[in-house]
């Protein structure tokens, strides 16, 4: 322990008993919950943890694993605290609130541990956690409850600020106490306030949702060139109907959606300086497009200008998408 920073190890026990122990070190940082590995045998992870007043400031780094947390009984509900949840490098899975949403590195999920969750890291671990007693997250959110199984996106509104400062606070959790003293809560509770407190109308809520969570799985396929609105509904386990139907409601179709995620992506690594090195056609490919042609026909489109003449203009700022 260093300045109130505890760390532990999976070193610590037996091979085959590490995935048990990791279970029990999770539940002492944050809460009890169900672990389950597909490479139980030779599991390994590290968990730090520091305490911040009344919040608790948890890393945990680990090979691919899953966990499980049941419906608290009523009497433990009133007690059970929020989580703030975000992965600093890989995605990961949450299942919540009637919700299973894809989560792209440094999406930040509100997760309420009154009520049942899983949650699947497929690719490893490093998962930052913002652990938030239930009396104080009321302090900012009206029903905390509601607020659950919420994401706050990386690149949209207030998550990006809530991301940021989570994904900081877990490249080293000692950066905190720079806060001055008792700071922290205050600063965590108005960003939570801002990206969770205004929930969408209830009506929209099921396919505002379900737009979102088609967008994320896009994003983490946009390299895919044969990524299909089919392929979509399957990972997210709804009808091609119902999907279709969302995005016509949100006015944006699954296709069009699809498409100009590509070309922001394909803008964003045409304008970055460390990817001079790959051509307009390496580019396309990492955006989903096999053909360089379609490709650049495609960005001519959205951007009006080829693709390298939107690199030597360095994307200039002011150029917007043509609808």
Known sequence: MTDGLETWETTAAAPLQRLLHWAAAWAAALVPMQAGSPVADVFGGRLQTLALGPLGLVRADAAPWHANRPAQPARAQRGAPLLLLAQSAQPWTLRHGGHLMHLRPGDVALADTAQAFEAHFPQGC?????????????????????????????????????????????????????????????????????????????????????????????????????LTAGALARALQVSLRTLHRAHAAAGRPVAAALRQLRM???????????????????????????????FAREFRRAWGMPPAAWRQRQAEPTLRLVA
């Open 126 to 226: 490093g998962l930052v956690a913002l652990r938030l007693p239930r009396s104080l997250a009321g302090q900012w959110l009206p029903e905390p409850g509601t607020c659950s199984g919420r994401v706050a996106w990386r690149d949209q509104g207030w998550g990006r600020t809530l991301s940021a400062l989570l994904l900081q606070l877990g490249d080293d959790l000692r950066l905190a106490r720079a806060y001055p003293a008792g700071h922290l809560p205050g600063h965590v509770g108005a960003l939570v306030a801002a990206a969770f407190g205004d929930a969408p109308a209830p009506a929209a809520t099921v396919a505002d949702d379900l737009v979102a969570r088609s967008e994320a799985v896009m994003r983490q396929r946009l390299d895919e060139p044969g």
């Open 264 to 294: 922001e992506r394909a803008a964003e690594l045409l304008g970055n300086p460390a990817m001079r090195g790959l051509g307009v056609a390496a580019i396309g490919a990492r955006c989903g497009y096999a053909d360089a042609s379609h």
